[in-house]
């Protein structure tokens, strides 16, 4: 009796073909599946290679390392707090925002019907896209102060470094500082100028003394200073606070050649109004990162004192780089403004495209078969687009007509 | 029949493998080199490992310490690096065909450190 098995065979009998037969005599073998005799090909006969050529500047390195360097810092702050925000939950808010800033925009929506999107920045102390938002109308300001007739110098203060940042300490270090602005030393010489509060980290600081405070000044004055006015200072500050180094020197800027030169730019005014804040040697310590946050949060960084009080009235955030609120939108009607705007939703950098005539619009526009770039339809001239409910009862019309 | 194994012979001369490095003070805005890499290796710098290349250069020669060379060594410049990095290459190869220009000398902002060339380079790998 034969023995039935349940296993289905590999392969089924005789279901293997014949092997084809070489065409035209030529011999089986290597090629013979097909009918001519075998041509070797390699990658490169099919796809002959080309050279690749690179190029590349040192310049454009240089970018492309601080632009690196500046997300590394970014992503550790922004990991810091969200490591922080375990126990203090408004912290996460905070680290979204700066991990998201510049992808969001906020839609406006104005008398006439048009609608624009204005970026909705961070303003976190942390970021540096904010800080350079911040300190570009700041610096124009300042440049627009300058006197040829007088002289310029950069004055920094310093005190002893401390072991906790808190703002307390912030407000007295300013308070020492106004205290200073109001001696006959100062009051003799100075006759204005713009200071700005700062403080770094130093992780390997004896005694946990890390964080240094300090504050830069742009002092502005009628004549060249006295080489003792130096000294009288650091007599008074040393009174104020227990510390004696202040450095003063002629504020310059650099030629292209990296020489020092006496004429104040943009250049020579970034380190004084900078807003950044030098976050690399403490990002990846969320103790650190809250603790400067806290402390700065609300102070006012960058101040201007003297004769450069001024122009009060200006505003001290446009709403962009070259948006102020008292400007023409440039819509249909011609009338609206930027301040008169209604704000909407808010929507992702994905959600929108940048048009031809370079303003930012919705997606949704776009795919809008009524909506063109160069002439928006005016609300009383069109009518409305037809829906296909409109279609179908006009179809219908025609049909009981005929 | 069976097969014998036949002696390879390597032959080199110490002078066809020496390569002035083309160093910071050697460059000057306008300057240009071009060539075929024909060796690299390996140099230590402060602890730091790094590539060196030498260059065979294109019909040219160049003048380094008084003496006339047809080949030289580049390498362990910060420009230089930046440039490769901004070209989208971590190194070189051998055979790939350099072409270097100093576009400018930027001066060192600190005290004891050495001005830095920026250059445009020009890859080409085949």
Not at chain 1, 36 to 65: C, D, M, Q
Not at chain 1, 266 to 288: I, N
Not at chain 1, 320 to 332: I, L, M, N, R, S
Not at chain 1, 382 to 401: H, I, K, S, T, Y
Request: charged share 30%; aromatic share 10%; proline share 6%.
């Amino acid at each position: 009796m034969d023995e039935v098995s349940l296993e289905a065979p590999v392969q089924p009998a005789r279901g293997k073909p014949a092997p084809l037969v070489p065409a035209d005599g030529s011999p089986a073998g290597r090629g013979a599946g097909g009918s001519g005799a075998y041509v070797h090909t390699t990658h490169s006969n099919i796809f002959p290679k080309t050279p690749r050529v690179f190029e590349g500047t040192t310049l454009e390195g240089e970018e492309l390392e601080r632009l690196c360097r500046r997300n590394r810092v970014l992503v550790d702050v922004t990991k810091s707090l969200l490591r922080a925000s375990k126990e203090d939950p408004e912290l996460e808010d905070h680290a979204l925002r700066l991990a998201f800033c510049g992808t969001w925009y906020r839609k406006l929506t104005f008398q006439c019907g048009t609608h624009r999107l204005i970026p909705c920045p961070c303003n976190s102390v942390f970021c540096q896209q904010c800080a350079a938002r911040r300190s570009k109308p700041l610096i124009d300001r300042i440049l627009k102060r300058i006197d040829k007739r007088k002289r310029y110098w950069f004055l920094t203060i310093t005190v002893r470094s401390w072991s906790t940042l808190t703002k307390e300490g912030i407000s007295d270090l300013i308070a020492n500082f106004a205290k200073l602005r109001e001696t006959r030393e100062w009051k003799k010489h100075v006759t204005g100028g713009v200071y700005s509060v700062e403080a770094v980290f130093n992780p390997q600081q004896k005694e946990g003394l890390g964080w240094h405070p300090h504050i830069h000044v742009l002092v502005e004055t009628p004549d060249r200073l006295p080489r003792s006015w130096i000294h009288r200072l650091r007599v008074h500050w040393r009174r104020a606070t227990g510390s004696f180094v202040l450095n003063l020197q002629p504020l310059y800027s650099r030629d292209e050649k990296g020489r020092k030169t006496r004429r104040i730019d943009r250049r020579a005014l970034c380190e004084l109004v900078k807003y950044a804040t030098k976050a690399g040697d403490f990002s990846k310590s969320p103790e650190r990162v809250v603790e400067f946050l806290r402390a700065f949060t609300s102070v006012r960084r960058v101040q201007m004192f003297g004769s450069f009080l001024g122009k009060q009235e200006e505003p001290e955030e446009p709403l962009d780089d070259e948006k102020k609120p008292e400007d023409f939108v440039g819509c249909a009607c011609g009338q609206c403004r930027w301040k008169d705007g209604i704000q909407g939703d808010l929507f992702r950098e994905r959600d929108t495209f940048i048009d031809p005539n370079g303003i930012r619009q919705l997606k949704l526009f776009k795919d809008d078969l009524w909506w063109r770039p160069e002439k928006p339809p005016e609300p009383e001239s069109q009518a409305p687009p037809p829906n296909n409910l409109d279609l179908f009862f006009e179809q219908r019309e025609l049909r009981f007509q005929i | 029949m069976t097969a014998t194994a036949t002696a390879k012979v390597f032959e080199g001369r110490t002078l066809d493998a020496e390569a002035p490095f083309v160093s910071g003070e050697f460059w000057e805005t306008g300057k240009t080199i071009r060539g075929e890499v024909v060796r690299i290796y390996e140099t230590v710098l402060d602890g730091k490992k790094s590539l060196a290349y030498v260059v065979e250069l294109d019909g040219e020669t160049v003048y380094i310490d008084g003496e006339e060379w047809e080949r030289v060594s580049i390498g362990n410049l910060a420009g230089f690096r930046m440039a490769l990095q901004a070209a989208g290459i971590e190194r070189l190869f051998l055979k790939d065909v350099i072409e270097m220009e100093c576009e400018s000398i930027k001066a060192a902002k600190k005290v004891g450190y050495s001005p830095r060339a920026n250059f445009r380079i020009r890859v080409t790998r085949s």
